[in-house]
């Protein structure tokens, strides 16, 4: 009988026929043992030629195909499919260093008591070419086990996205099924909940690269209504179905709103954003944003970005 993988790596894909072969190949040239690893990509109703250029890699790769419906539905799909201990995140359009397993998987093994590993990125345009670089200060321990290391963790927590993110198979299973309201930002709801559950770690390494381009949500945010408004749905979505869950993992109501402090600022940026509002709508929700990011800093700061949020009244 066949052992099962020390670790699944889950490729979500859509349409991504341009960037999908780079990504797999990334995964194959790891510096960890074939033989503990299998690869499962999941394409979420792909219209382009992707299917074809996953299949090309044959065995290498468990090709699952489904119809279209976002992330959450792909997650729900993938995961458990996946047979290892540990299951590791990536984005069709993404692609990982070659160290990134290894990393992953020694940091889970040395700390035994960590659900989930996220780590820095190495920003990248559309042919592959550096542009920014994204690390944590240092590497960091966190938990949510009172108020000021959930403000800890929720100040830290884009470093847990899609491709930079591995999490033991058990905190997956536990926070399953994602809502699939969430066709974007399926992976928050997932990092938050991992969270709620064990310890995290983040490591000040540039494990994967993140690549913009035209058809990647960061991008779209920036010239396309339907997406914003996308987006804002999503986040609204989110702050509905995360306290009930949070509450089910033991999780203070305290410790719940200071940990989604950051996600209700953000919802109201997109509301005005996407619906308007008055001076004094955006005066109060810059304000909130400026109290979440400068919660320690000098008089003469505070004093200034007063005087610059009074501008927009």
């Known amino acids: 009988m066949t052992k099962n993988p020390h670790v699944s790596v889950l490729v979500d894909t859509y349409n991504h026929e341009r960037f999908i072969a780079q990504a797999i190949e990334s995964v194959l040239e790891q510096d960890f043992p074939a033989s503990d690893m299998e690869i499962v990509v999941v394409d979420d109703g792909s219209t382009d030629n992707t299917a074809e250029r996953v299949r090309k890699f044959g065995s290498r790769v468990r090709y699952l195909h489904k119809p279209n419906g976002g992330q959450a539905s792909a997650f729900n799909f993938g995961i458990p499919e996946c047979r290892g201990e540990i299951i590791a995140f990536l984005d069709g359009d993404d692609w990982w260093a070659r160290g990134k397993l290894r990393r992953v998987v020694e940091t889970f093994e040395q700390n035994q008591d ?6 820095g990125l190495v920003q990248t345009d559309t042919g592959g070419t550096p542009v920014g670089l994204v690390l944590p200060q240092q590497t960091y321990r966190l938990d949510i086990r009172n108020v000021e290391a959930a403000r ?28 699939e309201a969430l066709v974007i930002e399926a992976d928050e709801y997932l990092w938050t909940l991992a969270v709620a559950q064990a310890g995290a770690i983040v490591l000040n390494e540039p ?5 913009f381009h035209e058809n990647n949500l960061f991008m779209l945010q920036k010239a396309n209504e339907k997406a914003l408004r996308l987006k804002y749905e999503v986040l609204s979505s989110l702050l509905v179905h995360l306290p009930p869950r949070l509450e089910d993992f033991g999780i203070t109501k305290e410790i719940a709103s200071v940990l ?8 109201e940026r997109h509301r005005l954003r996407v619906q308007g509002g008055t001076p004094w709508d955006m005066f109060r929700v810059e304000q909130a944003s400026y109290r979440l990011a400068y919660r320690q800093t000098t008089l003469s700061y505070r004093l200034f970005k007063g005087f610059v949020l009074a501008l927009a009244l």
Do not use: C
Not at 114 to 119: I, K, P
Not at 158 to 171: E, L, N, Q, W
Not at 207 to 211: E, G, N, Q, S
């Open 114 to 119: 960590v659900g989930m590993v996220g780590h």
């Open 152 to 179: 800890h963790f929720d100040q830290l927590k884009g470093f847990f996205g899609t491709s930079k993110v591995a999490y033991r198979r058990d905190i997956l299973e536990r926070a399953l099924p994602v809502p």
């Open 207 to 211: 494990l994967f690269y993140y690549r």
């Open 260 to 267: 989604l402090e950051s996600l209700r600022v953000d919802v």
